[in-house]
């Protein structure tokens, strides 16, 4: 990640140079579990200093060279090359260089349903937002490739290219991640692979009994499994899964009410607007009206 602050991407600014990308997702990215909403980097000069602030969505930083100290409420962490840190939405924050040995950071932030998940795959989590690491050789090669796929102007398959770009460098992370021990990882894996076949499937019209055997367990122990670890039943995810992807359809898209409604799987326009309005409080049309 060596582009210059003379590139004409990046600009001075009293604290830092800095190269900022921000991005209006489309129906097709907020369809996505999760999707990029900015993409940055900064060579700090010896006065930088952000926050205390709070960020709307999650911001994942990355330490590409240089010494700083990031804050989170009774907690002050030391950055250093490949160490990696995230601001959680609607936590108060600060982070700072040290003057002789100014930062250079890099970022993307986030957000959708499975934001907060897919960081704690990484092992970031609000109460534990750091984690030291070695310096990242690839992990600066799938920025690059991120900012420089940015910089072009964007053909057909751009919007296809960022995704994926951006899920790679999750991917990754999540990969490296430290891995938990086996016994830890037990039910959380199959759980996991449980949520993973609701959010690909959703719209198909499948039963929890059919999850429950994907994942490998009984039908039972699945949903009370379930229901601790998230907070609702299986039924209320896949119910809340549909609203959603049904809400982006009506604010993002013109298409007719009874082809929305068949797109995230209910089987008529009675039932999906019965749904949407016990969800949202307002019925599908009256949504749309608001959204647009």
Request: charged share 25%; proline share 5%.
């Amino acid at each position: 990640m060596n582009a210059s602050p003379r590139d004409a991407f990046w600009q001075e600014e009293n604290i830092q140079w800095i190269e900022n990308h921000l991005f209006t997702p489309t129906s097709f990215e907020r369809a996505n579990a999760v999707w990029p909403a900015r993409l940055g980097r900064n060579e700090a000069k010896p006065n930088y200093h952000v926050g205390p602030r709070f960020t709307p969505y999650y911001s994942l930083h990355y330490v590409v060279d240089g010494i700083g100290f990031f804050s989170q409420e009774d907690h002050t962490y030391s950055l250093k090359s490949g160490d990696l840190f995230c601001l959680f939405p609607h936590v108060s924050q600060e982070y700072y260089t040290s003057a002789e040995h100014p930062l250079k950071l890099a970022w993307v932030a986030f957000d959708g349903r499975m934001a907060k998940d897919v960081l704690d795959r990484i092992g970031l989590r609000p109460e534990s937002p750091y984690l030291s690491r070695p310096a990242d050789a690839e992990l600066e090669r799938r920025m690059e490739s991120f900012f420089a796929l940015i910089r072009k102007d964007g053909g057909d398959g751009a919007e296809l290219m960022k995704s994926s770009i951006f899920l790679g460098i999750l991917g990754w992370l999540t990969e490296t991640a430290e891995k938990p021990s086996r016994k830890e990882a037990g039910a959380e894996s199959w759980l996991d692979k449980g949520m993973a076949y609701m959010n690909l499937h959703f719209a198909e019209g499948i039963t929890v009994q059919e999850i429950s055997k994907y994942a490998g367990v009984d039908r039972t122990y699945f949903s009370k499994s379930f229901r601790k670890a998230y907070g609702m039943t299986p039924v209320r995810y896949l119910q809340q899964l549909k609203i959603d992807a049904a809400k982006s359809m009506l604010a993002e898209t013109e298409y007719k009410l009874a082809e929305i409604a068949q797109s995230v799987g209910y089987p008529d326009l009675f039932t999906f607007s019965k749904a949407f309005k016990k969800h949202v409080g307002l019925p599908p049309n009256h949504y749309r009206h608001l959204k647009h």
